[in-house]
């Protein structure tokens, strides 16, 4: 079971079952043993069976054996979405059809467990999307330089690389004897200041080499950004190997945790995604209702957004998570104009108030 990606959302958002889908989000406590969720789950199914149970013969039919086949996945108590959560959508039909299941690292954040309608449910997933994304993490130092993946939290450990000072010629030479007292502190001075700068020098080739390494791995890899903490001195070597990538660098801070375990970075690490997300989130916010204010690249409230939406004028839509039914058509239509979308919740998302929840920065 994967995490879910952007294109996922897009693929899902133009996905019409004949008889519907049910779109199910799934958060799990790892302290809790009791299988609350399965109870929430079992209880929404009800309610949708109960709310539809006037419908026509065939969907209520198929809509019967779709929650047992559901209510079934999830019967073995050990069975639990990995790791903390899970999201699907199950095509409603009498027999097995079409479904589409993901893991997540992060609880959803969706209030009702499950849901039935013509389409899927996306704007939770789209969320999902965003707070799971997957970056890289480089711990550097002068001598070594550790490449980690930041993927819903966890870190994993990528590459490893250190610098090695073999080379006999890197040893400072003694002086020859001499009779001058003077000139052999003079050539002693000499030698040890020529080794400082060789050894320097390798340093910052090896951390430039290192920043095209990380760049290839990126790419390879499909990873958008590296978080990067390190001396201010170093970073800027690295920084000069890593400029051949489209990939955003971004500096986590000059801490020295070149030794530091994986376990003990990892809230490190969460600590400066949080803060990196959250400036961005207000950026963007700030920036679409000032284009909308004063500028005339913008646009806010449900009304201006979904015309501009419409006309294909969206180039980044913004969004309080608290929206409710009408963020799905809203994503929708930002989604099939290939617009950006970013879901901001809680303290982030009070500046959206003002606007009804919605704002857009515009392409044109």
Not at 70 to 98: H, I, M, Q, Y
Not at 133 to 156: K, M, N
Not at 194 to 216: I, P, S, T, Y
Request: net charge negative.
């Amino acid at each position: 079971m994967t995490q879910p990606t952007l294109e996922d959302a897009r693929a899902l958002s133009e996905w019409r079952p004949p008889l519907g889908v049910l779109s199910v989000y799934l958060g799990f406590d790892p302290a809790d043993r009791t299988g609350a969720w399965r109870t929430e789950l079992r209880n929404a199914l009800d309610a949708i069976l109960e709310e539809y149970k006037e419908v026509e013969h065939d969907r209520r039919v198929a809509l019967r054996a779709t929650a047992k086949r559901l209510t079934e996945r999830f019967e073995d108590g050990e069975l639990r979405p990995p790791p903390r959560g899970e999201a699907g959508f199950v095509e409603v039909s009498e027999k097995e059809g079409n479904e589409h299941w993901f893991g997540t690292g992060v609880a959803p954040a969706a209030g009702a467990c499950a849901e039935f309608g013509a389409e899927p449910v996306v704007a939770p997933l789209l969320d999902l999307c965003a707070r799971g994304a997957s970056r890289a993490v480089a711990v550097l130092s002068s001598e070594r330089v550790r490449l980690l993946r930041c993927t819903e939290g966890a870190l994993e450990e990528l590459e490893d690389w250190e610098l090695s000072i073999t080379s006999l010629d890197w040893r400072e030479r003694k002086s020859q004897s001499t009779n001058n007292p003077a000139r052999a502190q003079g050539v002693s001075s000499s030698g040890h200041d020529q080794f400082g700068e060789r050894l320097d020098h390798n340093r910052q080739r090896f951390l430039a080499e290192c920043g095209g390494l990380v760049a290839k791995r990126l790419e390879g890899d499909g990873l958008a950004e590296a978080i990067v903490f390190g001396p201010a001195r170093d970073l800027e070597s690295f920084e000069a190997g890593f400029n051949s990538s489209p990939a955003k660098l971004t500096v986590g801070g000059d801490t020295d945790l070149i030794s530091v375990p994986r376990g003990q970075l990892t809230e490190v690490v969460a600590d400066v995604v949080d803060r990196l997300e959250e400036e961005r989130d207000r950026e963007v916010v700030e920036r679409a209702l000032g284009e909308a204010k004063g500028g005339s690249r913008g646009a806010a409230g449900l009304q201006e957004t979904k015309e501009a939406l419409a006309e294909g004028r969206v180039d980044h839509l913004v969004f309080d998570s608290s929206l409710g039914e009408e963020a799905e058509s809203l994503i929708r239509a930002a989604l099939s104009s290939s617009a950006r979308v970013t879901v901001v919740r809680d303290e982030r998302a009070e500046a959206l108030a003002e606007a009804e929840g919605v704002a857009a920065i515009l392409r044109y």
